[in-house]
């Protein structure tokens, strides 16, 4: 089986690829509660790593600020000074508290993954190839590395914190469990439990242990999660990427789709202009020709005049044919005028494989969601006729909560579709990139192969136009 | 080739809508030089419908792009002119043929309509013929048309219990042809065609009737249905 195959940008800004809240199990508070416990020995471990160079560095970034700012103002006086100096000094002063910060982030995000199952994208800044000193700047101008080590650095309160109500925890529940044996032991005349009332028997013993037993069980559930949730909480703030590099990815992002978007318009003029070429303008030379011999014929030999008028007007209307489907394939006039269900049908119909149409809309989605919904049916259609070996294949179209329109074609053929292999999706997934939509291909060897393509309603002008 | 056709004294009286001045006028030549009277040639859905109304012609030959909006305006006014105008038969021309635009037309009645691809006049005695069938009250639908009805139906059991050969008559029946016309079409006789026919409606659970048009229909509605 391989993986799903997503292509194109996760694009929805400020959130994460899992959700921060999973159902909770009983293997998962088990790992979560390992996970709160071993916060502590980390902490200190990375504290005693990074102990020393961050004193060492404290050091010699006094030093160099001292010497150096007598320098830079002696030299400010007579001549130009060397700030850059000055601020690589700096830099290769703290590489290696940042490159140890960084190593123990990465280690503390992939335990967070693991163990409360939250995963993180990368906050940090495309690395530039360079020299280590390059890096090491660049390391340094990074926030996400002084988030880092700020995370690293609050990872032993809050581990101890975590550790601390853990163990009372299990201390609590083990208590609550062993009451009967050793509340006697503790108190022989008897435990005040609420101003006259005392217990002082076997019974009211073994009666507050039975209701005490499910309250601290709650309560270790609820403060295992509630840790968890605020670890996780940390880690967001100071582990994952800020908003400003949230944005900054984004923009990158919108630029790259932006650019294969304009690179398949012209990819798809060329592709045009190719077809008309090779097909109609050769089909119209050459009945051109013939109705040009056939005029020369006339007079002389009406028989293959004749002929050569039969084959011509056969040319004329093959072109007309390879017109039609060419003007289709750029836009089907159904699309525009009965929308996506009426359209979808129609390829269904042509798809020479049974295809099974189940569209459920209410307004129609704006023009250029509709046509890229469309285009990817078509060409997950074209691919179920031409590569799946399917016996029949299902299209979907539904508008889901938030606001989207998922279209999804599934067949029963072989699968082993390589989205990355073909022009036709990777086109597509570009297309629905810039409309801020995803494709999802899903397509082990052996079948069934699944396309999946989401797009928000609102994003080409904000409208929904109304059925006509 | 279709039904030879014996042209009546009157000839039929055509109104042509269409909004490409080189199609529209070489439709009129086309029709005139069959025998047809072309009375009237317009270029939008409100000019088909003061034509139709002034003059009653029998037949109305419509495209489905035309102005303002170049979308099915052409369409619109097919349907539209075949409620306000009775008896006035019409016959769809367009660039592609789509299934949906087929079935709002046949929403009407499928008398006197039909509806073909433009390439079509391209083979000009087909063509004529397929005007005088709208005219006369047949239903002319193109063969792309009943291939996607075909194709839309394909998982149908009855369907499937077919013949090749039985197909072939299927979709000449849908597309308004008579048994004589099938005949030459398949190069069978015409008996033979009568009892695939048979066959057919047996096949499908459909009874048996006698008018072509009648017959055309049953199997659209089984088709469509």
Not at chain 1, 116 to 131: A, D, E, I, N, T
Not at chain 1, 319 to 325: C, G, M, S, V, Y
Not at chain 1, 397 to 420: I, M, S
Not at chain 2, 182 to 190: G, R
Request: charged share 20%.
């Amino acid at each position: 089986m391989s993986a799903p195959m997503a292509l194109g940008p996760n694009v929805e800004p400020g959130h994460d690829s899992a959700s921060p809240f999973r159902p909770p199990s009983f293997a998962g508070l088990r790992a979560a509660a390992g996970f709160l416990l071993s916060s502590l020995p980390l902490a200190i471990f990375w504290f005693a790593v990074l102990a020393a160079p961050i004193l060492l560095g404290v050091f010699l970034a006094a030093v160099w600020v001292v010497v150096m700012g007598l320098i830079l103002a002696v030299l400010s006086w007579t001549g130009k000074p060397q700030w850059q100096t000055f601020v690589h000094g700096l830099a290769l002063i703290s590489a290696p508290l940042t490159l140890l910060s960084v190593r123990g982030a990465q280690a503390e995000r992939r335990r967070i993954a693991r163990s409360l199952g939250y995963q993180m994208s990368s906050p940090y800044r495309r690395m530039l190839r360079g020299s280590t000193l390059d890096r090491a700047h660049a390391r340094a101008e990074d926030p996400a590395a002084w988030r880092d080590l700020a995370y690293i650095l609050l990872l032993v309160p809050v581990g101890a914190t975590e550790f601390a109500s853990i163990v009372a925890a299990f201390v609590f529940l083990v208590g609550t469990i062993t009451l009967p044996a050793w509340l006697f032991a503790a108190f022989p005349e008897g435990a005040p439990l609420w101003q006259e009332v005392q217990i002082d028997t076997l019974p009211e013993a073994l009666i507050v242990a039975v209701v005490a037993l499910p309250v601290s069980v709650l309560a270790g559930y609820l403060l295992i999660t509630g840790l968890s949730q605020a670890h996780i909480a940390l880690g967001r703030a100071l582990l994952g990427p800020s908003r400003r590099a949230q944005l900054a990815e984004r923009v990158e992002e919108l630029t790259e789709s932006r650019s294969r978007v304009l690179a398949a318009t012209l990819a798809e003029r060329r592709r045009i202009e190719r077809d008309l070429h090779d097909g109609a303008q050769q089909r119209l030379v050459s009945l051109a020709m013939e109705l040009g011999m056939a005029r020369k014929k006339m007079a002389t030999d009406p028989v293959v005049a004749w002929q050569l008028i039969e084959e011509a007007h056969g040319e004329a209307k093959r072109a007309l044919a390879e017109i039609r489907d060419l003007v289709r394939g750029i836009h089907p006039a159904v699309l525009s005028d009965r929308g996506l269900d009426a359209a979808i049908s129609a390829l269904a119909d042509r798809c020479p494989v049974p295809v099974e149409v189940d569209a459920e809309l209410d307004g129609r989605p704006p023009e250029a969601v509709e046509t890229t919904a469309y285009f990817v049916v078509a060409e997950a259609l074209a691919n179920v006729a031409k590569h799946s070996g399917a016996s029949e294949a299902r299209v979907a179209v539904r508008r889901v909560p938030g606001d989207r329109l998922v279209v999804e074609v599934v067949d029963d053929g072989k699968g082993g579709a390589n989205p990355e292999a073909g022009t036709g999706l990777a086109g597509l997934a570009d297309r629905l990139a810039a409309l801020d939509g995803r494709l999802l291909v899903e397509s082990p060897a052996g079948g069934p192969t699944r396309v999946r393509a989401g797009l928000p309603l609102g994003a080409a002008d904000g409208t929904t136009r109304g059925t006509p | 080739m279709r039904d030879a056709e014996i042209p009546s004294k009157a000839p039929l009286r055509v109104v042509i809508a269409e909004d490409s001045g080189l199609l529209r006028e070489g439709l009129a030549r086309l029709l005139a030089d069959a025998g047809l009277e072309v009375v009237a040639k317009v270029g939008d859905g409100p000019g088909l419908m003061a034509a139709a109304e002034q003059h009653h012609p029998d037949v109305a030959v419509v495209d489905v792009r035309m102005p303002p909006g170049y979308q099915d305006e052409g369409l619109k006014a097919a349907i539209e002119v075949r409620r306000r105008v009775p008896n006035l038969t019409v016959l769809v021309l367009s660039q592609y043929v789509e299934e949906r635009y087929g079935a709002e037309l046949l929403d009407g009645g499928a008398a006197g309509v039909g509806y073909l691809l433009k390439d079509r006049v391209a083979d000009v005695s087909d063509f004529v013929a397929a005007v005088r069938d709208v005219a006369s009250g047949g239903t002319v639908l193109d063969p792309e048309v009943v291939s996607q009805l075909l194709s839309r139906r394909r998982r149908d059991q009855r369907l499937a219990a077919l013949t090749p050969r039985e197909r072939e008559v299927l979709s000449l029946m849908a597309e308004g042809r008579s048994n004589h016309a099938i005949s030459i079409a398949l190069y069978v006789t015409e008996g033979a065609v009568e009892k695939h026919v048979k066959n057919i409606f047996g096949k499908l659970g459909l009874a048996q009737t006698g008018a072509d048009h009648r017959r055309v229909l049953a199997v659209l509605t089984y088709l469509r249905g």
